[in-house]
């Protein structure tokens, strides 16, 4: 599976911002896709996830009411909706996967950057 995440920008503080990963190789069926954050000095944190076979989600707590997971299985894509941004939010956020019997996320895209403004 190679993924390809897109679409971060600059945003001021209480807007919105969708960034997306397309997901090529192979049938995802199997797979559960997450998006991770890294800010400036920080460690890499798991922001979402969704299991691609049922729609399962889960998010860290400081994203629970304001950022939403999903996918379009047509187009083999994995967005992230953030709304309500805060200049915390601002990182680097990579789009993952993983097999849904695995511990850790073995496949990653480049990183994509969020900027929010205060």
């Known amino acids: 599976v190679q993924l390809q995440a897109y679409g971060g920008g600059l945003v001021q503080a209480g807007g919105s911002l969708r960034v997306s990963c397309a997901a090529s190789?192979?049938?995802?069926?199997?797979?559960?896709m997450g998006w991770f954050r890294q800010a400036p000095g920080k460690e890499r944190e798991f922001v979402a996830s969704?299991?691609?076979?049922?729609?399962?989600?889960y998010y860290v707590d400081s994203a629970k009411g304001r950022f939403t997971i999903s996918r379009d299985s047509a187009k083999n894509m994995v967005y992230l909706q953030m709304n309500s941004l805060k200049p915390e939010d601002t990182a680097l956020y990579y789009c993952a996967a993983k097999n849904r019997y695995s511990v850790t996320y073995a496949l990653w895209g480049q990183g994509t950057q969020v900027t929010v403004s205060s």
């Open positions: 969704i299991s691609w076979s049922d729609g399962i989600t």
């Open positions: 190789g192979r049938t995802l069926s199997s797979y559960i």
